[in-house]
């Protein structure tokens, strides 16, 4: 019976297999671009996790000191009690090399597992161990993998590192364990070390990047959700169409539990297949961003992350839950619908749709709702999370709300009508909409998302470009190699440029946190450019005479310090003179007069520098530079190569934003082909009295035609107040959290026309082929309307 | 013949190098005698040991060891234990390798039991042994002489530690076969030689007090290529100063599926040893005390019929667990019986 | 004797079968007049639902002519027949007749506004005639099989066709409701003086027609 039974309601698929079609596409696209971002983010999670268990991270105290620390020290440390265990670190090429002592290194903290070593590792010729796929420059040792190593890093033998590194001398010591009972203090043994507490730097860099993580399974989710609405649309029509055979499977005397359980089965079946084909979908979508993800986390953030892909069980078992669970949860209602049909219940093919109509009432107060919490998320929550409720409230209300807002909007415009065409054209619009509003709320949500994000990116751009400009006021940037040489640079171009502008900055703590410290010369580049988003009176002249600082925007928002407020520079409390935006930076960041920073860092570098310059000096005197000091390429950069650089950075940073954005819009466009492909075999009913009173089948194709582009249309109205709420919040609430600064909104109109006449065309297209199957229809099929039993 | 052999601390040594290299010792213990354990120097029966030339290390063989056990009384009569022992692995047969030097000491109270140990490569200074003047040391833990016969014996953890000095007039105590010593089943060998007549003098350093202590201690020497045997489930060894002033080493090896092997060596006053062979004595376990998680034997019986000797030893503190990366128990013990008199107990293998 | 309102003139009509084309009408002739009423019956599979069509301007003749008030309609395009289904014939299905987005009002008045031949007041009197008035703003849905009849009947008089069509107008009824729906039906077709063209397999309504074809294997009996 089971057999039969599942075979009979498996045989609805063979009959319409676009029906089918239309729920796989619709489900697997839903699980590949959830499971794609999960797929990066899981990548990312692995590579903060190897960084956090990184021996540069480990959690155990150092010792350490400004001058490489001589081998004996170590041996003088351990006679006296105190079990250290020396690191060698240093770059070869851009692979970081970290040579360890595996005899003293407690054996957890030895990276790879132990089948990654063998007596070659301690042999002249030395192992590396890094992470699977890294490349090794030519002339190293050879190579061993191992999972749990931080991309960009290679451990060796310290003897090994010592060779590569040309180094003697030890980078730092990692205290091991306590020292023994009877050894002398430390202050003793190695006065001129200096004890570290562990370094949380792992879980520094998932803190800041979380707020990049977030953003991305925000923009997977949407996507699920968009997805979700196709798989809903085509399992409930499917479970409409086949109620009489339901009904008749009952009547033939299976029990309504095991009819029940085999739709569920048939479900769970299709659910698999389609998690199945997403989740390889999503594999590929992941493959091909993953390499931008992790340019833009090592850009923004300094984290390294591998920019390869590892398959992980719980990942792709994840991606098959997820389109299983999305499959109970857009199947639920029609599921229990079915479960609860009485067997006599009279056949109503338009019982489906006046559902709808009783859904829409729920939807609406639903859509009251969702509005509420956004609304209350909005005044009452701070921090990231908040601000992705407001939004999630925000797109999901609207979403809900829109059936009932086209509907009103249909009403309004039928009353224009003139002509019986015009009105049948209204009203059947408006009867249309139960059948379409899950596919035009897929489409307002991608919409609404496209508008957001495009204009939070344009905006972003436009700041961020004018911030530049500002900000990179010198023509030329010069890094020195050596003091010595900075200073017969500077003698030598003391003659020749308008200025030179020393850049002098230090590593410290501010505010709590790691941030850092820059001089800044007074001169009237800073003056007149510098973009401060607020000051003080005499901003300029207080900074210059080491009276007060600025900070910037990011540090003045997270711990709240504006003009007027006081801070903690190396010691010295400094009113804070003014704030200014700094992109790019998720750190704090302070700056103080050249005078005052050299008495606070003494030791800071002074090998880098700003220079004035006519800008048509400026090549002459870069290859003049560069031939008379000996400069390397990257020692000295003109301000347009930075710019340039940094734009790339920024473009690439929503390079996966844009990715998942069409990729939307895409799934979107899909829902309403699929809508409209299934509702033209719903719709002969309706047409086929029309045609009958005199009009003909292409006249009827234009309209249907016409019906899809004011849907559409309609439904970009609705998403663009939408979209720019939303760009609102993105930009003032979520970048403030993520990021630390809140920028200015721009409205980009063009961009919404580009917009529209896309989500025109992408409905007409999607339109086009049921209104070609219609105005062919042969008239015996619309016949049959008036014959026949459905 | 005596089973106190490489096989005793071979496991210990299978720890050597911190672990990081399990599978490169899985392969060299358990590898049989080919090609691959060639290229370390055997053992052989003609070799004749010179000393002071053989207190020092032996880098040609695979492993060797320094092991130290004390029994110490304080003024109050309370019983101490000490164990300070320097173990030597090459890690391969190339001598461009570095060699791993591994330390293990503990301090046994009644009621406490503390341990440390420590590691260290080879070449660098930070461990090694010279036979003349003899100096061996890991860190800040040392045997140091002018000779062996009379050092000073330092170690610490991070809550004990001890200043010994050992002394003795005794010769050197050649086991086997004139400090060859052999094991029956496989023929694998070792050199190995004792010396368990020192009398120890100095201080227990604990977090709270220093304890004057006197008693006496044990030291073995031995050094060998041989892998450990599969099959073999533990060992339980025993050093045994008795009161009538002879020693005696009594051990057996729990065998898989087998009898244990069992060893022994009784040492008259004036040092000459009599080996006793496979059979000659008994370990039979009397009472068992849970120690670290597992079912440990804390009391045993052990006789020796030859030598009229009918003993019970009995820890003097049960939790003498080597909490270390290779972990054991290894304490000192009290002797009732036809003897009396005080001991070590090494026990490994109780999983 | 004057011209017949239709004239039928060797109409064939086969449709696509599984191996040949299947004929379903072989050369029907016959003609009706003005202010006539005529049932056509038949077996099922007679033809004549696919006749009825082919007057109606639903479909094309394979063969043969059909003559309305003179003009050929076979050789009629697309929009030539939809023309006719506008202005000249008017059909009453056995069911779903009815526009399902648009309100009793609006049905019945759907094709008299189509054709340009919309008169309110002759509206309003059909309705008031077919016992609806209390129904003009509730949708097909709402209402019963004898109501939606009623309501196809008022829309296909509305335009005051010359010609009006039925297929087994109460075929879908029972016999009581299908009685006053006929009653009504051929009142007001009497009253406007068109032509009825009826297919039926009911010999009580063929009864009540003035005259009676009977179909037999695609020709006139």
């Known amino acids: 019976m089971i057999r039969a039974g599942l075979m009979a309601l498996l045989s609805h698929w063979r009959r319409r297999p676009f029906q089918l079609l239309t729920l796989v596409v619709g489900l697997a696209t839903a699980t590949a671009l ?349 921090g990231l999370v908040a601000g992705f409720v407001l939004l999630g409230g925000l797109l999901l209300g609207a979403a809900l709300a829109l059936p009932l807002v086209l509907t009103a909007a249909l009403s309004a415009l039928s009353r224009t009508a003139r002509g019986p065409r015009g009105e049948w054209f209204w009203a059947d619009a408006r009867q249309q909409l139960p059948s379409l509003s899950l596919a035009l709320m897929a489409l307002l949500l991608a919409l609404a998302t496209n508008i957001g994000v495009g204009t939070m990116v344009s905006s972003f751009r436009l700041s961020f470009t004018g911030w530049l400009d500002q900000r990179l006021a010198a023509e030329l940037y010069l890094h020195a190699e050596t003091e010595d040489q900075a200073r017969e640079i500077e003698a030598y171009l003391a003659p020749r440029v308008d200025a030179i502008l020393p850049i002098r900055s230090a590593e410290t703590r501010l505010a709590g946190a790691p941030g850092e410290v820059f001089g800044v010369a007074d001169h009237a580049t800073y003056r007149d450019n510098w973009p401060l988003i607020a000051d003080s009176p005499r901003v300029w002249d207080r900074v210059a005479a080491g009276e007060a600082a600025l900070v910037n925007e990011q540090l003045a928002r997270r711990e709240g310090i504006w003009p007027g407020d006081r801070i903690a520079i190396a010691g010295r409390d400094l009113p804070v003179a003014g704030v200014y935006s700094d992109y790019g930076n998720p750190r704090g960041q302070a700056m103080v007069g050249l005078a005052l920073f050299d008495a606070l860092f003494p030791d800071a570098p002074r090998t880098r520098f700003g220079l004035r ?112 709420a939303l760009a609102w919040v993105l930009l003032a609430v979520v970048n403030v959290e993520a990021f630390g600064w809140r920028l200015p909104l721009f409205v980009f109109p063009r961009d919404w026309l580009v917009l529209l006449a896309l989500s025109l065309a992408a409905a007409l297209a999607a339109a086009l082929i049921p209104a070609r199957r219609l105005a062919r229809m042969p008239p015996a099929q619309l016949l049959k309307v008036f014959a026949h039993e459905r | 013949m005596n089973a106190r052999h490489p096989t005793r601390r071979s496991l210990i040594l299978s720890a050597l190098p911190s672990l990081a290299f399990p599978a490169l010792v899985r392969a060299q213990t358990f590898a049989p005698l080919g090609p691959a354990a060639g290229g370390f120097a055997q053992p052989s029966r003609d070799t004749r040991l010179r000393f002071p030339a053989d207190h020092g290390p032996h ?27 320097l173990f030597r692995s090459a890690l391969s047969t190339d001598d461009a390798i570095p ?23 080879g070449g660098t200074g930070q461990a090694g042994v010279t036979a003349e003047p003899f100096s061996a040391r890991i860190d800040d833990w040392a045997l140091d002489g002018p000779s062996l016969s009379d050092v000073t014996m330092t170690a610490a953890g991070a809550d004990f530690a001890y200043d010994l000095a050992l002394a003795t007039d005794r010769p050197f105590v050649l086991q086997g076969d004139r400090g060859y010593s052999l094991k029956s089943a496989t023929g694998v060998a070792s050199h190995y030689y004792s010396q368990p007549f020192y009398r120890a003098e100095g201080r227990l350093i604990l977090p709270d007090r220093e ?27 025993a050093s045994l100063h008795l009161a009538t002033g002879e020693k005696v080493m009594a051990a057996q090896l729990r065998q898989q599926g087998r009898a244990p092997f069992t060893a ?78 005080v001991g070590y107990l090494e026990m490994t293998g109780y999983e | 004797m004057s011209e017949p309102l239709l004239s039928l003139d060797g109409v064939e009509k086969s449709y696509p079968g599984a191996e040949a084309p299947v004929p379903v009408l072989r050369g029907v002739s016959f003609d009706l007049a003005g202010g006539e009423t ?52 008017s059909v009453v299905f056995q069911q779903f007749n009815l526009i399902p987005s648009l309100d009793v009002a609006a049905n019945i008045a759907f094709q008299a506004r189509l054709s340009g031949r919309h008169d309110p007041d002759w509206t309003a009197r059909l309705a008031a005639r077919l016992g609806l008035e209390d129904q003009l703003r509730k949708y097909p849905e709402d209402l019963s099989g004898g109501q939606q009849q009623r309501v196809a009947i008022g829309r296909t008089l509305a335009a005051r066709p010359r010609l009006v069509l039925a297929d087994e107008p109460t075929g879908n009824l029972d016999e009581e409701t299908g009685g006053r729906v006929l009653d009504l039906m051929l009142e007001l077709v009497a009253e406007t003086g068109a032509a009825l063209l009826c297919v039926t397999h009911s010999p009580a309504l063929a009864a009540r027609m003035d005259r009676r074809l009977t179909l037999t294997g695609g020709r006139v009996a």
């Open chain 1, 613 to 724: 310059v006519p800008e048509a000096e400026v090549a002459g005197l870069a290859g003049d530079l560069r031939d008379r000091f000996g400069l390397a390429d990257d020692r000295l950069t003109d301000q347009a190569a930075i710019k340039r650089a940094s734009l790339a950075v920024f473009e690439r940073t929503f390079t996966v934003t844009a990715a998942l954005n069409v990729l939307t819009l895409g799934v979107a466009g899909l829902a309403i082909l699929t809508s409209l492909l299934t509702l033209s075999g719903m719709r002969q009913p309706q047409l086929a009295p029309v045609w009958a009173l005199g009009m003909t089948r292409r006249a009827l194709a234009r309209l249907d035609l016409a019906r899809a582009a004011l849907l559409a249309g309609l439904t970009f109205l609705a998403a663009l107040p939408v979209g720019i």
């Open chain 1, 34 to 382: 959830w499971s794609g971002v999960q797929a990066i983010n899981a990548e990312a999670r692995a590579s903060y996790d190897r960084a956090a268990g990184d021996l540069a991270g480990a959690a155990r105290e150092t010792l350490e000191s400004d001058a490489p620390i001589p081998p004996a020290q170590v041996l003088a440390l351990r006679r006296a009690g105190w079990p250290v265990s020396p690191v060698l670190e240093g770059r070869v090429g851009a692979l970081r090399v970290v040579g360890i002592d595996p005899f003293t290194l407690p054996p957890g903290d030895v990276p790879g597992d132990g089948g990654s070593f063998d007596p070659a590792f301690l042999g002249p010729e030395g192992r590396l161990i890094v992470a699977p796929g890294a490349e090794v420059p030519d002339g190293l040792p050879p190579a061993v993998r191992a999972e749990s190593v931080p991309p960009g890093t290679a451990y060796t033998d310290i003897a090994t590192a010592a060779r590569l590194l040309e180094d003697g001398g030890y980078t730092r010591l990692i205290l091991t364990g306590p020292p023994s009972l009877t050894a002398p203090p430390l202050t003793e043994v190695a006065p001129d070390l200096t004890r570290r507490a562990p370094d949380t730097g792992g879980a520094d860099v998932a803190r800041l990047t979380d707020s990049f993580h977030l953003n991305l399974t925000a923009f997977g989710f949407l996507s699920f959700a968009v997805g979700l609405f196709i798989v809903r649309g085509a399992v409930g029509l499917a479970f409409e169409q086949r109620r009489p055979m339901i009904r008749t499977l009952r009547a033939l005397g299976m029990p309504r539990a095991t009819l029940t359980a085999l739709l569920g089965m048939e479900l769970l079946i299709l659910a698999l297949v389609a998690g199945a084909i997403g989740v390889a979908l999503g594999w590929v979508i992941a493959s091909l961003l993953i390499g931008d993800v992790a340019a833009t986390l090592r850009g923004l953030y300094g984290a390294e992350v591998a920019g390869t892909l590892t398959l992980r069980p719980a990942w792709w078992l994840s991606g098959l839950g997820i389109a299983v669970l999305g499959t109970g949860v857009a199947a639920a209602a029609s599921l229990w619908q079915t479960a609860r049909m009485p067997l006599l219940a009279p056949a109503r093919p338009r019982a489906w749709a006046r559902a709808s109509g009783r859904a829409m009432r729920w939807q609406a107060g639903a859509a009251l709702v969702c509005g509420a919490v956004a609304l209350a998320a909005g005044i009452v929550g701070g």
């Open chain 2, 99 to 121: 060699q791993a030097w591994l330390g293990h000491a503990a301090l046994t109270t009644p009621d406490r039991h503390l341990s440390a140990e420590r590691m260290a490569r």
């Open chain 2, 264 to 341: 022994a060596t009784w040492i008259a006053a004036d040092g000459s040893p009599t080996p006793i062979p496979d059979g000659g004595v008994t370990l039979t376990p009397l009472e068992t005390a849970e120690v670290a998680g597992r079912s440990v034997p804390v009391r045993w019986r052990i006789a020796l019929p030859d030598r009229g000797l009918d003993v019970e030893i009995a820890a003097v503190n049960r939790e003498a667990w080597m909490d270390l990366l290779y972990a054991y128990w290894e304490g000192p013990v009290t002797i009732e019986g036809s003897h009396a008199g």
């Open chain 2, 211 to 237: 304890v004057p202590v006197t008693g006496l201690a044990w030291l073995d020497r031995e050094w060998s290529s041989a892998p450990l045997e599969p099959g073999q489930l533990g060992w339980d060894w």
């Open chain 3, 38 to 89: 005529l049932a056509l019956t038949g077996e099922s599979g007679s033809g004549k639902s696919t006749l009825l069509h082919l007057v109606g301007g639903l479909d094309t003749v394979d063969g043969g002519r059909i003559r309305l008030e003179g003009r050929d309609i076979a050789g009629l395009d697309e929009a030539g027949r939809a023309r006719l289904r506008r202005e000249r014939v």
């Open chain 2, 59 to 85: 880098p040609a063989f695979r492993i060797e060891w320094w092991y130290v056990t004390a029994n110490l009384t304080g003024p109050d009569g309370t019983a101490y234990g000490v164990q300070w022992t």
